[in-house]
């Protein structure tokens, strides 16, 4: 329990910190959404895609990739990391008078630490509506060995320690508290059975060396099987925008230069949790863990806080209208 210190608040001088970049990334990002249309991104990227190897060659060399000056935000430092916040489910006691009272928000860390030991069980195949493939997948990590299901758990704790002082009521599809997965199917019917207001899923990506940025996934229009995605395009595409532009204001991190076309945004009807779900819902691939830049950031406790308030942010804002 360490986010009281100075990484929890950040300091009221954030916003005259916005430098010049910082502001253009924000207009890219902005005039990217408007003129952005359904974007069927290459699959392989993340860690629900089919196939094997789909977080990227585990084989690329680390290399330095230029300076692109796109980072501000506070480099890795020692003291900043805070341990994790306490995988006990917290005290879901919300704020009474938060703006988010009444809502419900499911954050899903993707992957899970132990799937490493159980690749039998997540290899087994589910039924994603659309196709069938694997039930989850053990996810990608930094040259350092940070795994991205580590990351992803300790971006959700600190997501629900900012959405539960909104006055939300916060759950997570997993707390470290199973032997594997869950299953991709399962994590949208989490979702879906607390009918939930929005969904997140938090990702780090495992992209070539030199690729940098994040990405929010929005689900495409699938109906098939049991997936019908075509109530939930239009409201996951403005959570995903709203998640877009308050994590490169607060993080002050770019938009993926690899996947989007700078928008920062891709569209995807691969991803059994967003196909299955009834409910909003968007992935959020916070940076690449196979670049040596970006791998910093996402090792870093205080950009993680910053990473994790400002995908909370677009939540409010999405909730809020
Ligand atoms: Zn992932």
Redo the contacts with the bound molecule.
Sequence with gaps: MSYTGPDFDPPPRRRSRRGPLTVALAALVCGGLLGWGVYAAAGGT???AAGAGA?GSPSAAPRTPSPTASSPAASPSAGDEGSPASRAPSASAPAAAGPLKGKVVVIDP??NPANFEHTAEINRQVDVGTHRKECD?T??STDDGYA?AEF?LDVAHRMRTVLEKQGATVKLTQDGDRPFGPCVDERARIGNAAKADAVVSI????SGAGNRGFHVILPGEVNAGEADTRAIVEPSRELGERIAGAFVRVTGTAPSNYIGGGTGLVTRKDLGGLNLSTVPKV?V?CGNMRDSKDAALLSSGAWRQKAARGISEGIVSFLRG
């Excluded at 990702?203 to 495992?206: E, V």
């Design positions: 993340d860690d629900d977080e993707g992957h997948t996810g990608t991205e992803t990702h780090a990506d495992g992935f691939e």
